[in-house]
Every structure is written in structure tokens, then in C-alpha cells.
């Protein structure tokens, strides 16, 4: 898909979570283009770099251009046990009310609570210490759409 983005933000490979539009995007006539197609909360992985630059009151160059991005690929620490690589399962969050050291992977950027998972790579048991006893795996995830 693409979508517009900062000119100096715009660099394959580059990652982001789209956290919602400026109140500025609301009239604007690239709307459409820039932020229709991204879902809130979701991190996406810039695959290509495109021509064609716009301006844009937000970004702080005042320049946006086109790029093509797809879903990126999410670490995730879980318990879920019977998971391997090409599995697919639903994801749950934990229960976990503890903000330690590992929470950004046991409650990752761009993960929704409900998603359809495949499972790209299983690196097996984490060696951390979960304060909750847990044992947990460490996967990266793709999405299954």
C-alpha cells in the first residue's frame, strides 16, 4: 500500500505506528493518499521508497513523498506453547499488570488483541526472568490477513 510520509522519515526499512492524524490532516487534500489506507495502531515497515514530493504543515521539513509500506513483522514474548514456525493462532495479551523490562515485547507496538498471527521464526524459551513466573517463548510474528 502507500502512503505519504515525512521526507526525512522516508527510508526503506524505516518502521512506524501510525498513532492517528494531526488535527491538520482533517482538510487537507492528500488525506486519502497519506493516512486513508493505515490502520490506527499498527506498525508498518517502509519496502520502497517513491518520487513526487508534496508539501506538508506537520512534517518538519514541510515535505512529504510516497511510499510503499506493508504490515513489519512483530517480536512477541508469550506462553503459548504448541507454536511453531508456520503455525498461525489468535492473539491474546497476557495477564500482566507489571511494567518491567520485558513488557514491550510481551505487549508489542502494532499487536491487537484478537489478531490473526503466523508465526516466521520461534527462538524458543526466553532466558529472562518473568516477575509474573511465566515461561515465556520469543516469536516473530507476521500478520494473517
Known amino acids: ?8 522519515l522516508a527510508k526503506k ?10 488535527d491538520e490532516c482533517k482538510n487537507c487534500r492528500f488525506k486519502s493518499s497519506c493516512i486513508g489506507n493505515l490502520e490506527l495502531n ?12 508534496q508539501n506538508c504543515p506537520i512534517h518538519s521539513e514541510g515535505k512529504v513523498i510516497p511510499v510503499e509500506v506493508d504490515l513489519a513483522k512483530i517480536n512477541l514474548l508469550t506462553t503459548s506453547k ?8 489468535t492473539f491474546e495479551e497476557l495477564d500482566c499488570d507489571e511494567k518491567c523490562e520485558y513488557h514491550d515485547l ?5 499487536l491487537i488483541k484478537g489478531d490473526k ?15 509474573k ?13
Open 1 to 8: 500500500m502507500i502512503t505519504l510520509i515525512g521526507k526525512n
Open 42 to 53: 499498527r506498525k508498518y515497515i517502509i519496502t520502497k521508497v517513491l518520487e513526487n514530493e
Open 13 to 22: 526499512g524505516q518502521e512506524f505506528v501510525f498513532l492517528g492524524p494531526a
Open 117 to 131: 498471527c503466523i508465526v516466521i521464526n520461534n527462538d524458543g524459551k526466553h532466558k529472562g526472568k518473568c516477575k
Open 82 to 89: 504448541n507454536i511453531f514456525e508456520g503455525s498461525t493462532f
Open 106 to 110: 510481551c505487549f508489542p507496538d502494532g
Open 133 to 145: 513466573g511465566y515461561k515465556l517463548n520469543k516469536l516473530t510474528l507476521g500478520f494473517v490477513i
